[in-house]
């Protein structure tokens, strides 16, 4: 099975990568190994070839590169990143790869999906822990030399740009994934599907931690031998192994959540929760949960919900206990909707959705006024959706303007029904879900309460089981009061009910978007008539002719009020503004003719003259101002 891994790098020493593919290194410690006088160790076979530079010179090219564009300088940049496609080791073997083979894939691989860039290739085949697997290293520049042509799996236009980092995106990192599983395949090497998640996800760091810690356990199992000890743990288990042997030990007998918890809880000392429909574990060594998905698709909502529910049907007498007869009650009758006739669910409402836009007003549109270019496009396409919207009247036979307002009626009728509908299922089938909680929470606490029953000492036992005994109260009141004097649903009842709801649920949705999508587009249809028959446009004309004749007066008082008063404030700026000019322009006056600079005396002269004639104009113009003011309030004052 052939797999591909990515490292990204923030060594600045290219070279450093040059001496891991080339010598042999220890494989936890990632130090080289050395020989009897201290040198570095050749590897026994690899094979290296170098993209867009020598490889022998990878180091120092990737550094001219880097100084040529200022890039790769700080310490957090990635400076390289590195790949590793692992193949199977059944390949060498049963497909017959080899390693001059291996080297040519890697090669076409690197060619394809990384072009541009600075790139060493190499083949090794000792595998990893001598498994014997051969595997490619490729080791790219971050910094791409050469422009290359746009590729679909590329963020950004700049990233096929000289210049230019690498970016890994998901999306990039599916393509690569895909592009391992097609190479595969067209060599008839063993695969497996590297883009569905894994049911048990182990990491690089678990994968190293696991064998340091089994290696250590050796270690102690080893010299416990010696002493005469028999040792009782020959396995070691990181955290997450442990969860999963523990999870995997529970699921494959509770039939709930709750008695799943509560099982992990007293046998491993296990936190379960759910918490946003995320299921969480809390190893007894540990302060912060694990999610399911860090551990794999076998501990998640999806998979372990389908395992209680084969749990509980697998088991006799848990079923005799569910399916005992019932009255069944939900918001509606259960026996109802398992009968033949209830099932049948209603044909959502089918619509095709056509290519019909609304009409641009070009006398509110600012771009069209703008410019001539675009209006005239925009007539164009009017002129089309004229024609459209006439064609569209004609094809679904509307013989005058009230009927299709009463059709316009009916399909905003109709939209509201299915949205009522749809909210009303909705809350059916929420109903039914917090149903179906709280009586598998009484089924899993059934039996502490009857042992709480035949218990001889009831308040040793309850506090005891308080937590048990709480929960199975607070669901066994819950459903009284959601039968209303009628006896328990049974599971077998409320999850046909539920998939009935989600079925129903669904094709509501669909009925209603369809609907919707509908009444959307009638109302583009009565836009555009309105736009054709020109009521649109006059409409507007006598809202804003109503608008300006009902403005309130107080408000364009208070608006003169703030004209004026800004006005003033100019006035005395440019006052002020000249005056100091004027000053200036004197001193400079006096300066140049003591100096004797006729030139400049010249030039200050006229200077001091004009600024003195504007600050006279702008006193006059504020002092005119006031004394305006001043009249008007005295011949209001003598009127009065």
Same mark, same amino acid.
């Given at each position: 099975?052939?797999?591909?891994?990515?490292?990204?790098?923030?060594?600045?020493?290219?070279?450093?990568?040059?001496?891991?593919?080339?010598?042999?290194?220890?494989?936890?410690?990632?130090?080289?190994?050395?020989?009897?006088?201290?040198?570095?160790?050749?590897?026994?076979?690899?094979?290296?070839?170098?993209?867009?530079?020598?490889?022998?010179?990878?180091?120092?090219?990737?550094?001219?590169?880097?100084?040529?564009?200022?890039?790769?300088?700080?310490?957090?940049?990635?400076?390289?990143?590195?790949?590793?496609?692992?193949?199977?080791?059944?390949?060498?073997?049963?497909?017959?790869?080899?390693?001059?083979?291996?080297?040519?894939?890697?090669?076409?691989?690197?060619?394809?999906?990384?072009?541009?860039?600075?790139?060493?290739?190499?083949?090794?085949?000792?595998?990893?822990?001598?498994?014997?697997?051969?595997?490619?290293?490729?080791?790219?520049?971050?910094?791409?030399?050469?422009?290359?042509?746009?590729?679909?799996?590329?963020?950004?236009?700049?990233?096929?740009?000289?210049?230019?980092?690498?970016?890994?995106?998901?999306?990039?990192?599916?393509?690569?994934?895909?592009?391992?599983?097609?190479?595969?395949?067209?060599?008839?090497?063993?695969?497996?599907?590297?883009?569905?998640?894994?049911?048990?996800?182990?990491?690089?760091?678990?994968?190293?931690?696991?064998?340091?810690?089994?290696?250590?356990?050796?270690?102690?199992?080893?010299?416990?031998?010696?002493?005469?000890?028999?040792?009782?743990?020959?396995?070691?288990?990181?955290?997450?192994?442990?969860?999963?042997?523990?999870?995997?030990?529970?699921?494959?007998?509770?039939?709930?959540?709750?008695?799943?918890?509560?099982?992990?809880? @007293?046998?491993? +000392? $296990?936190?379960?929760?759910?918490?946003? /429909?995320?299921? =969480?574990?809390?190893?007894? *060594?540990? !302060?912060?949960?694990?999610?399911?998905?860090?551990?794999?698709?076998?501990?998640?909502?999806?998979?372990?919900?389908?395992?209680?529910?084969?749990?509980?049907?697998?088991?006799?007498?848990?079923?005799?206990?569910?399916?005992?007869?019932?009255?069944?009650?939900?918001?509606?009758?259960?026996?109802?909707?398992?009968?033949?006739?209830?099932?049948?669910?209603?044909?959502?409402?089918?619509?095709?959705?056509?290519?019909?836009?609304?009409?641009?007003?070009?006398?509110?549109?600012?771009?069209?006024?703008?410019?001539?270019?675009?209006?005239?496009?925009?007539?164009?396409?009017?002129?089309?959706?004229?024609?459209?919207?006439?064609?569209?009247?004609?094809?679904?036979?509307?013989?005058?303007? @009230?009927?299709? +307002? $009463?059709?316009?009626?009916?399909?905003? /009728?109709?939209? =509201?029904?299915?949205?009522? *509908?749809? !909210?009303?299922?909705?809350?059916?089938?929420?109903?039914?879900?917090?149903?179906?909680?709280?009586?598998?929470?009484?089924?899993?606490?059934?039996?502490?309460?009857?042992?709480?029953?035949?218990?001889?000492?009831?308040?040793?036992?309850?506090?005891?089981?308080?937590?048990?005994?709480?929960?199975?109260?607070?669901?066994?009141?819950?459903?009284?009061?959601?039968?209303?004097?009628?006896?328990?649903?049974?599971?077998?009842?409320?999850?046909?009910?539920?998939?009935?709801?989600?079925?129903?649920?669904?094709?509501?949705?669909?009925?209603?978007?369809?609907?919707?999508?509908?009444?959307?587009?009638?109302?583009?249809?009565?836009?555009?008539?309105?736009?054709?028959?020109?009521?649109?446009? @006059?409409?507007?004309?006598?809202?804003?002719?109503?608008?300006?004749?009902?403005?309130?007066?107080?408000?364009? *008082?208070? !608006?003169?009020?703030?004209?004026?008063?800004?006005?003033?404030?100019?006035?005395?700026?440019?006052?002020?503004?000249?005056?100091?000019?004027?000053?200036?322009?004197?001193?400079?006056?006096?300066?140049?003719?003591?100096?004797?600079?006729?030139?400049?005396?010249?030039?200050?002269?006229?200077?001091?003259?004009?600024?003195?004639?504007?600050?006279?104009?702008?006193?006059?113009?504020?002092?005119?101002?006031?004394?305006?003011?001043?009249?008007?309030?005295?011949?209001?004052?003598?009127?009065?």
């Amino acid at each position: 099975m052939a797999v591909i891994k990515h490292i990204a790098s923030k060594n600045a020493d290219y070279g450093e990568s040059e001496r891991y593919l080339i010598f042999q290194h220890n494989e936890y410690t990632q130090k080289p190994i050395l020989d009897d006088e201290g040198h570095m160790i050749l590897r026994d076979e690899y094979y290296l070839d170098g993209l867009n530079c020598d490889p022998f010179t990878f180091a120092s090219e990737c550094q001219e590169l880097n100084s040529y564009y200022h890039k790769n300088k700080n310490f957090n940049e990635i400076k390289s990143h590195h790949y590793i496609i692992s193949f199977d080791p059944k390949d060498r073997e049963e497909c017959g790869l080899t390693g001059e083979r291996a080297q040519q894939l890697g090669l076409t691989f690197a060619k394809k999906n990384f072009p541009g860039h600075q790139a060493l290739v190499c083949t090794h085949t000792d595998g990893h822990n001598e498994s014997g697997n051969i595997h490619v290293h490729i080791v790219i520049n971050s910094l791409r030399k050469y422009d290359v042509p746009q590729e679909p799996y590329m963020e950004f236009d700049c990233e096929s740009k000289a210049g230019y980092k690498h970016h890994l995106s998901t999306a990039y990192l599916a393509h690569l994934k895909q592009d391992v599983m097609d190479m595969c395949q067209k060599e008839g090497l063993h695969q497996v599907d590297l883009l569905s998640p894994a049911e048990r996800k182990i990491t690089e760091k678990e994968y190293w931690a696991q064998r340091r810690g089994q290696e250590k356990l050796d270690k102690l199992n080893q010299k416990m031998k010696e002493d005469g000890i028999t040792p009782k743990e020959t396995r070691y288990q990181t955290e997450k192994q442990f969860l999963r042997d523990a999870i995997d030990d529970v699921a494959s007998t509770a039939k709930s959540p709750e008695e799943f918890a509560k099982i992990l809880d @007293e046998k491993y +000392h $296990i936190i379960f929760k759910i918490s946003r /429909n995320r299921y =969480s574990y809390l190893h007894p *060594s540990r !302060k912060k949960y694990i999610t399911g998905r860090n551990l794999g698709t076998r501990y998640e909502e999806d998979f372990l919900l389908q395992a209680f529910k084969e749990n509980s049907k697998s088991l006799s007498d848990r079923k005799m206990e569910i399916e005992e007869p019932q009255v069944p009650n939900t918001v509606k009758d259960l026996q109802t909707a398992l009968s033949p006739d209830a099932s049948d669910i209603p044909v959502p409402f089918i619509f095709i959705k056509s290519d019909l836009r609304l009409v641009i007003d070009l006398q509110t549109c600012i771009k069209a006024q703008q410019s001539e270019a675009y209006a005239q496009k925009v007539k164009l396409s009017n002129l089309k959706q004229m024609a459209q919207t006439v064609a569209y009247i004609q094809e679904h036979g509307y013989d005058s303007l @009230e009927d299709f +307002h $009463i059709a316009l009626d009916q399909a905003s /009728n109709q939209t =509201s029904a299915a949205r009522k *509908s749809l !909210k009303d299922t909705e809350q059916q089938l929420k109903d039914v879900n917090e149903q179906i909680h709280f009586t598998g929470q009484y089924l899993a606490y059934k039996n502490v309460y009857a042992d709480y029953r035949k218990s001889l000492n009831k308040d040793k036992f309850y506090e005891e089981h308080r937590a048990e005994l709480s929960l199975y109260d607070t669901a066994l009141r819950t459903l009284k009061e959601k039968s209303v004097g009628n006896k328990l649903p049974s599971m077998k009842a409320l999850y046909a009910e539920k998939d009935r709801l989600i079925e129903l649920r669904d094709t509501q949705r669909e009925d209603f978007s369809n609907h919707r999508d509908y009444e959307r587009e009638l109302r583009t249809v009565s836009a555009n008539i309105d736009m054709i028959l020109g009521k649109s446009y @006059e409409q507007e004309q006598q809202i804003e002719k109503n608008r300006i004749y009902k403005f309130p007066v107080f408000m364009l *008082s208070k !608006k003169r009020y703030y004209i004026k008063k800004r006005r003033r404030y100019i006035q005395m700026k440019a006052h002020k503004y000249w005056s100091l000019g004027a000053l200036a322009a004197m001193i400079g006056t006096f300066y140049t003719g003591y100096k004797n600079m006729k030139s400049a005396h010249k030039y200050f002269a006229c200077s001091s003259l004009l600024c003195m004639i504007m600050a006279i104009y702008s006193g006059h113009k504020m002092i005119s101002g006031k004394s305006r003011k001043k009249k008007d309030s005295t011949s209001e004052e003598s009127a009065e």
